[in-house]
């Protein structure tokens, strides 16, 4: 009996043996395969610390990693807000140009203005400084003035302008007979 207590005790042994040396290998083995999908997922990565094995890089102007086939790198280019000015700063700006004054000098009003022709008044920023009117007309969509001052408009100033309205002008000076004329 002795023997067959021996035996079982070796057999016991023996397949504990076996069990820990399988679960070892399974270990190693289970490692192994982490390791080598640590390496496969993470793989390669530039000095950005971008994927290069995933197609990435280090793009230093936009401080990101990305592929340049979907997204280039470049400095996306800086758009300026439009600008848009109003009729009266468009107007002003004209009078400025025309009568080479400072455009903090003076201020205008808009009396009328249908988009294509406008009249108003024009004055200096300063109390003890008089004013006068002006009219404009819209060409090639910029403001030009047609005529400033105080006085008579002169019917040679409304030459290019013949379509200017007659209710913003109904009449003028002719310098040739000295006289006003109806237009």
Known sequence: ????????RLVVLGL???????LFS????QKNTIEMQEQ???????????????????CEVKQKCLRV???????????????????EELIKAALVTKNNWEADEIAITIAKNDGEYATGGVGATTPQSGGGIWFAAKVDDEWQIVWDGNGVVMCEDLTDYADFPIELIPECYDSTQAVMVER
């Open 40 to 58: 496969i997922i993470g793989g390669d990565t530039d000095e950005g610390g971008c994927l290069i094995g995933a197609g990435y890089s280090w």
């Open 1 to 8: 009996m002795a023997t067959k207590v021996i035996t079982l």
């Open 26 to 29: 399974v270990i190693v083995k």
């Open 69 to 87: 086939w979907e997204e280039p790198c470049e400095a996306e280019p800086e758009i300026e807000p439009e600008v848009v000015q109003t009729d």
């Open 16 to 22: 504990f043996l076996m069990g820990v040396f399988f």
